[in-house]
């Protein structure tokens, strides 16, 4: 949660920050600010809401957009309402040190009592400005300059940071730290400009050369010298490495779609593409993976198959429960998370551990991941976010490549988990003999198949639009699924909900006599996957006992259905596939009928309120 991003160098730092602010909005929109050194003094600028907001004030005043040094930020508020006082940059007491803050200090309150009872003042309830006039107090009583103070100041703390701290006394460094959120450090030609963000999408069009702060190091940036990272617990110096950037701006780019959301839907078939490219060769009958080929005797011998994640993340582990207890008889348990790391799990060296995550920063899965490493499990990750905190922590693992995913609500990140997951488990079949080489074989020709059929299903956007005027004023909304298709109900209405403000829960469609078959009345939509394959039969009786009670059925079936047809009152037809992959396909009109949703409500898609992209904290 929060992004901040900086810039020291000799070009005019307020496009550069404001700019990489607004791409970072993805992490938190409750409030955004700026500083500006003018080369006399420090500008702050900020407000609630979001860096439109920002730009809408500093229009007002010229005098606070120049300087060639900046940090900025934009929030999501955990200590403290979101308001103008609360948001970053936060000064300390004397006015000299500036600062922008990713993380929690967990310790503020005692720290807090004890700069107060030294004098210190404070003006927002926030845990950063306890922060920044720690450093302060330790400045001056050390007599030392910011890096120095900075540094010993972290090893007081408890909590997450990743910070940037600019001193108008010494105007000519940024200093940079982190522990738990990330910092990417952007170096200019020649040292003669960086710049710092939560990640490096502030200044892909300047630079490609990047260096990730690993958690508890820190560095102090200045003009035209190499940046040299040290750890923050006893200063020694680390050994820096320079990496180079894969993103392009076009990736981070709406290019001609209304949001990001919907351009996400529509690079599904792109992105899974880019998630087997390389590892399935279908005509050959092979899937090469190096996180797993380098590992296989630990997932051959695996007793047990245990998978963590939050949100959408979870829901792609809760298919692959049912792609690898089917496909490679292995045992899976899927688990939140945030209840993991608290459960006192038992964990054995046999278990493999799969994290999933979209960022690669969600503090719950982190944890969770140093919890099982701790008891000896091998750990797998499956990321989007390239060199992630969850990328470098797990064992091994496997990139999505699905590209910067934008938009609040998963999309194209839980498709393409879904597929790496898929191949891990067919490689597994495969190495366990559970699939014979043909079968093995039919089932990499059809999994190439896919992203041609998902072309084929965003082409009925109209007619998913359509349902969605027909839909779009109602308060509650059901959606059933079984078997493979299950988690897709649940994926279908977390999307629902959390774009719309519309409340929706999934169920396994047997569930519904359960308990949900209550609240069925003529007003309620009950969207159900219907496919051909699995539990058909059963799913049509679930269908017939809704109309029954007068419920409005939107079904999700296979191309060429008669049966569902007939009663239900909307059908949105897949293209014909293998069962297992059928969650790749059923999950398409889902999206789009949350995300027409949304727009005709009139509500914010790609920024939901009370929401952030990666959930860094717990
Ligand atoms: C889904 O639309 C949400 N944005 C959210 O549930 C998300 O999947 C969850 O926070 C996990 O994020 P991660 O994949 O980055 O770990």
Wanted: proline share 3%; with cysteine.
């Amino acid at each position: 949660m929060c992004g901040i991003t900086g810039y020291i160098g000799y070009r005019e730092a307020y496009p550069i920050v404001v700019k990489g602010l607004q791409r970072l909005e993805y992490r938190g929109y409750d409030s955004a600010g700026i500083m500006l050194f003018d080369g006399a003094k420090a500008q702050v600028s900020k407000t609630k809401g979001k860096v439109a907001d920002l730009e809408e004030i500093t229009l007002q005043s010229p005098e606070k957009k120049s300087g060639n040094i900046a940090i900025g930020h934009t929030r999501w508020a955990t200590h403290g309402v979101p308001n103008d006082v609360n948001s970053h940059p936060h000064t300390s007491v004397s006015g000299d040190l500036v600062i922008v803050h990713n993380g929690i200090i967990e310790n503020y309150d005692t720290l807090k009592k004890e700069l107060i009872s030294r004098g210190y003042t404070f003006q927002s309830d926030t845990d950063t400005e306890v922060l920044i006039n720690l450093i302060e107090e330790v400045k001056k009583h050390e007599n030392c300059k910011l890096g120095k103070a900075v540094q010993i100041a972290l090893t007081q703390v408890t909590g997450a940071y990743a910070i940037a701290v600019f001193d108008t006394k010494k105007p000519n460094e940024i200093v940079v730290a982190r522990l738990g959120s990330p910092i990417a450090i952007g170096i200019g030609k020649d040292n003669s400009e960086f710049f710092v963000a939560s990640d490096a999408s502030p200044f892909i069009e300047y630079t490609k050369e990047v260096i990730y702060l690993e958690d508890e190091e820190m560095a102090i940036i200045q003009v035209n010298k190499e940046v040299a990272v040290r750890k923050v617990k006893d200063d020694s110096l680390t050994d820096t490495k320079i990496q180079q950037l894969q993103l392009n701006l076009e990736q981070i780019e709406k290019g001609g779609y209304e949001h990001f959301m919907l351009k996400e839907i529509h690079e599904q078939p792109k992105a899974i593409i880019d998630t087997y490219r390389g590892r399935m060769l279908a005509d050959e009958g092979i899937i090469k993976m190096s996180g797993v080929d380098d590992h296989i005797e630990k997932f051959l011998n695996a007793d047990r198959i245990i998978i963590v994640a939050c949100g959408t993340s979870w829901h792609a582990g809760l298919v692959a429960e049912y792609l690898f207890e089917d496909i490679a008889r292995i045992p899976v348990e899927v688990e939140y998370a945030s209840e993991f790391r608290y459960r006192n799990p038992i964990i054995t060296e046999k278990d493999i551990v799969i994290a999933i995550s979209q960022s690669g920063e969600t503090a719950d899965t982190l944890a969770a991941i140093k919890l099982a490493k701790s008891k000896g499990a091998f750990v797998f990750g499956v990321c989007n976010v390239v060199g992630s905190s969850i990328a470098r922590e797990t064992h091994a693992g496997a990139y999505t490549h699905a590209g910067p995913e934008i938009g609040v609500a998963s999309t194209k990140a839980f498709t393409t988990q879904i597929t790496i997951l898929l191949l891990i488990a067919l490689k597994l079949g495969k190495e366990k003999g559970k699939l014979s080489k043909s079968v093995f074989h039919s089932y990499l020709q059809m999994l190439q198949l896919i992203p041609s059929k998902i072309e084929e299903l965003l082409a009925i956007d109209g007619q998913v639009k359509h349902i969605a005027s027909i839909y779009k004023d109602v308060p509650n909304c059901l959606y059933l699924g079984r078997g493979f298709n299950f988690p897709v109900a649940l994926e279908g209405a977390l999307k629902l909900k959390e774009i719309s403000y519309i409340h929706a829960e999934g169920y396994p469609a047997a569930e519904m006599k359960h308990g949900p078959i209550a609240l069925i009345d003529e007003n309620m939509p009950i969207v159900v996957i219907a496919t051909n394959k699995g539990h058909y039969e059963k799913v049509v009786s679930n269908i017939q006992e809704i109309k029954s009670r007068e419920g409005k059925i939107i079904a999700i079936v296979t191309k060429g259905d008669i049966t569902v047809k007939e009663i239900a009152d909307h059908v949105i037809e897949i293209p014909e596939t293998e069962e297992m992959f059928t969650p790749l396909l059923t999950t398409i009109p889902l999206q789009l009928l949350s995300y027409h949703i949304a727009v005709l409500l009139g509500k914010n898609v790609d920024q939901p309120r009370n929401l952030a992209k990666s959930v860094t904290v717990e």
